[in-house]
């Protein structure tokens, strides 16, 4: 049953560090709530407080323009092989640009992609754990490259056009600041 912890104990970061998919969620306190899923081994644990994970560029923006009003954010993983369990990761969330001082940090921690779009660092308030028992059972086959593929195809330059056109404002029309200053 429900299990809830003020931080990730070792067992917890094990688990993370053999998921290949987690789900991030963000809401702002009017227009949609987002719910979107990643992989791509993009999440990194840097303490028992304290996560990154990378965000890739895709068709949205929606978590960079929610955190800018509202900046919690809850993260998800669950098992879908032989032992059963749900972990959510409550905490409050920042966005770290090309143009910040922590990019190369965070960079470092990451495969090199030329579509590295920004990091969300996340400080862990609350960490739960459920039991999955209606998880159903999946394997995991491989990632898709077609990311990967689509982004090194571009340069840095037609990837920023990319976030101009595409990643500037939430489906809402909220401001993402993905390209500011």
């Known amino acids: 049953m429900s299990e809830k912890f003020s931080e990730l104990s070792s067992s917890l970061t094990s688990f993370i560090e053999k998921q290949h998919v987690f789900f991030v969620g963000t ?5 949609t709530v987002n719910l ?3 992989g791509m081994n993009s999440l990194k644990i840097l303490n028992s407080k304290e996560l990154v994970w990378l965000n890739y560029t895709g068709s949205g923006n929606e978590s960079a323009a ?4 509202n900046p919690r954010m809850t993260i998800m993983l669950c098992s879908f092989e032989k032992k059963p369990l749900i972990l959510r990761l409550y905490g409050q969330a920042r966005a ?4 910040d001082d922590q990019w190369d940090e965070y960079l470092k921690l990451f495969p090199e992609s030329t579509g590295a779009r920004q990091f969300f660092t996340m400080d862990i308030d609350l960490v739960q754990t459920s039991c999955g028992f209606a998880v159903p059972y999946y394997e995991f086959i491989e990632d898709r490259e077609a990311l990967v593929k689509w982004s090194n195809q571009k340069s840095g330059e037609a990837i920023e056009d990319y976030w101009q056109e595409k990643n500037q404002h939430s489906i809402d029309g909220f401001p993402t600041e993905i390209l500011k200053g």
């Open 36 to 38: 979107s899923p990643k």
């Open 66 to 69: 929610h955190i800018l009003e």
């Open 27 to 31: 809401a702002r306190t009017t227009g």
């Open 96 to 99: 770290v640009h090309p143009r």
